[in-house]
């Protein structure tokens, strides 16, 4: 896998509270390369309070290319993020 698919974004959201939150990413479901298993990972981090996020908004009608080549480090330090505070994973793999 290159390394500009490694971290790919299937799905960020921003500012999560009871009752809503601010979808940065549209959440794109699965859909694994090959039928190799490939792991799939959800984090969630603690914000410092609520954020102006000035990253650009991707809707599942934005070109796939945007979701390349995110870097999750950059992105926790640029918002001041902690954690993570919780995680899981799991493998998918296409059924061809």
């Known amino acids: 896998m290159t390394s500009l698919l490694r971290e790919y974004k299937h799905w960020i959201l921003g500012n999560v509270r009871r009752g809503g939150s601010s979808p940065l990413v549209v959440h794109q479901g699965p859909a694994p390369p090959s039928a190799a298993p490939h792991r799939y990972i959800v984090l ?8 102006c996020f000035d990253e650009p908004r ?23 993020l902690r954690g993570p505070v919780c995680g899981t994973f799991f493998y998918g793999k296409a059924n061809y």
Not at 44 to 51: C, F, K, N
Not at 58 to 80: L, P
């Open 44 to 51: 969630v981090y603690q914000q410092p309070g609520s954020l």
């Open 58 to 80: 991707i809707t599942n009608q934005t070109s796939n290319v945007f979701r390349y080549g995110f870097r999750v480090q950059s992105f926790i330090q640029k918002y001041n």
